[in-house]
């Protein structure tokens, strides 16, 4: 008897998991999505908002620059996935995570650096974007592709070139029709992400070149044209979600992974592969190098006005309180979405229902600027106005992060034998107890992972943020922009050192977490 209490318990445990992750996802997402899709339907002529010019030269740029950032990423990130997967590289390691680093920068911080590192004539240039893009998503590219390559076995090759192939015919009959299914997914991806950029556009794009998220933003603000923004940012979304059920769909038919022996690197391909590292390397230190150089030679001034404000700065907002409101907006969104994440994870792998895993992906469905527009759309009247309050902001992005939380934990928790959740509840431990002693410690480095998701997505979130924040509410990458917005050296100067202040709570987060999913 006192077994199947305990039993019933855990499956009404199991049954709420979820509920609290699915009522964040519904407040910051799915609420307000549906309130745009009433709105546009209600207040909009759909013909006349698609007529617009503005509209078809946003949608058009967003294509083809798309397109042509996405073909160059993959030609970009093919190269040092042919290099990591097939050779023993010294500093692999090392080399993986340098190109994986500029993934997680803010979208801020990658445009503020290739404003400070490319030549003046190429400032606000399509040029700027395309090279952008490439830096933000080579990484993307290599992630995806280096563990198919991986498991390429090096036999077939061997075999092939035994038979008279020469590498080009090795290479299209033998590896690419292996390596297309890992190659396509990351390029769709890639497609997605760069088609609806928000942040490198505004900041590297200027007035002449929108994106539809950029476009969203400025006819819902600069323009006063919510009604139009809303049909644009319903149109965008059904499209984002047609597009994630294609990709969805193709990577779940991709096949299990295994490792390959690695060749000793030649020297030519260590030299490449650590030239590519330095060049993204170099992106970065240009943007703090830009932070004390102003047209009359080398100063401080940026960064002593980052703490102490100035009079060349002309900004209503305060550095030093958006530099609290960006940490302390980070930390609790961590700290919401990574104990739901986990709880929606538990509940995704025990669960025969898919229910918990469409949860966790419907965030994915609509860009930040979207989420940002549908919230202050949906929540402005009555008891549901809370556009103005400040714990609006922690939340979207918890809601943001939250998938990222998921997919972080997912593995993990599938790896754990349940045989030893049925011993321990066999001795009579709680489903508390269980968690506590087995779960958790099993689960570390996925719950370290996922704060590091959770910490650096609220720290350079800056889509929804546009819409959400207040003058006392400011973050971190609203300063950049706003600064980068100012005519003048000392605006400049510490937008770049609000910029490296980002960069460095970034790669503090990140290497914190490392270190703590080492030990």
Do not use: K
Request: glycine letters at 8%; hydrophobic letters at 55%; proline letters at 5%.
């Amino acid at each position: 008897m006192a077994r199947d209490v305990v039993g019933d318990r855990a499956s009404v445990i199991a049954r709420l998991r979820w509920i609290g992750a699915t009522a964040l996802v519904a407040v910051g997402v799915v609420v307000p999505l549906v309130g745009l899709a009433v709105d546009s339907l209600r207040g909009s002529d759909i013909t006349a908002v698609w007529s617009r010019s503005g509209v078809r030269e946003a949608v058009w740029f967003s294509l083809w620059q798309g397109v042509v950032s996405t073909l160059a990423a993959v030609v970009v990130g093919l190269a040092p996935a042919w290099a990591l997967s097939r050779f023993d590289l010294p500093g692999r390691r090392v080399a993986l995570a340098a190109l994986t680093v500029p993934f997680v920068l803010p979208t801020v911080v990658v445009g503020a650096a290739f404003l400070a590192a490319l030549p003046d004539r190429f400032d606000r240039s399509v040029l700027a974007i395309v090279l952008a893009h490439v830096f933000f998503n080579v990484s993307v590219v290599v992630r995806t592709v280096v563990p198919t390559w991986t498991a390429v076995d090096e036999h077939l090759l061997d075999a092939a070139r035994t038979l008279g192939a020469s590498p080009l015919t090795v290479a299209r009959t033998v590896v690419w029709p292996l390596l297309r299914p890992a190659v396509a997914g990351a390029a769709g991806l890639v497609f997605v992400m760069c088609a609806t950029s928000y942040g490198v556009v505004r900041l590297l794009g200027g007035p002449g070149r929108s994106t539809l998220d950029v476009e969203i933003y400025r006819r819902a603000v600069d323009l006063a044209d919510v009604s139009g923004a809303t049909v644009l940012a319903v149109a965008q979304t059904l499209v984002i979600v047609v597009l994630f059920a294609v990709w969805s769909r193709s990577a779940a038919r991709r096949s299990s992974i295994t490792t390959a022996r690695r060749r000793r690197a030649p020297i030519g391909v260590g030299v490449a592969v650590w030239a590519l590292v330095a060049a993204f390397m170099a992106v970065p230190a240009a943007l703090v190098l830009a932070s004390f150089r102003s047209t009359d030679g080398w100063s401080t001034a940026g960064w002593r006005a980052l703490f102490t404000g100035g009079d060349g700065l002309r900004v209503p907002v305060d550095i030093g309180d958006a530099i609290v409101n960006s940490l302390v907006f980070a930390v609790l969104a961590a700290s919401v979405a990574v104990p739901l994440g986990v709880a929606l994870a538990r509940a995704a792998v025990s669960s025969s229902s898919r229910l918990a895993d469409f949860v966790a992906s419907l965030p994915l469905g609509a860009s930040a600027v979207v989420v940002g527009l549908g919230i202050i759309v949906t929540y402005d009247t009555g008891i549901l106005d809370v556009r103005g309050e400040w714990w609006l902001v922690p939340l979207v992005h918890a809601a943001v992060a939250l998938p990222f939380v998921v997919r972080a934990v997912v593995p993990m928790v599938e790896a754990i034998p349940p045989g030893l959740a049925q011993a321990a509840a066999t001795l009579g431990a709680s489903p508390w107890r269980r968690w506590i002693d087995i779960d958790l410690p099993l689960l570390r480095p996925a719950v370290a992972t996922a704060s590091a998701f959770s910490l650096t997505m609220s720290i350079g979130e800056f889509g929804a943020t546009s819409f959400l924040t207040r003058r006392d509410t400011t973050t971190l990458p609203i300063v950049v922009d706003t600064l980068l917005g100012r005519a003048g050296s000392l605006p400049h100067m510490t937008a770049f050192a609000v910029a490296s202040v980002l960069l460095v709570l970034t790669v503090v987060a990140v290497t914190a977490v490392d270190r703590s999913v080492r030990t």
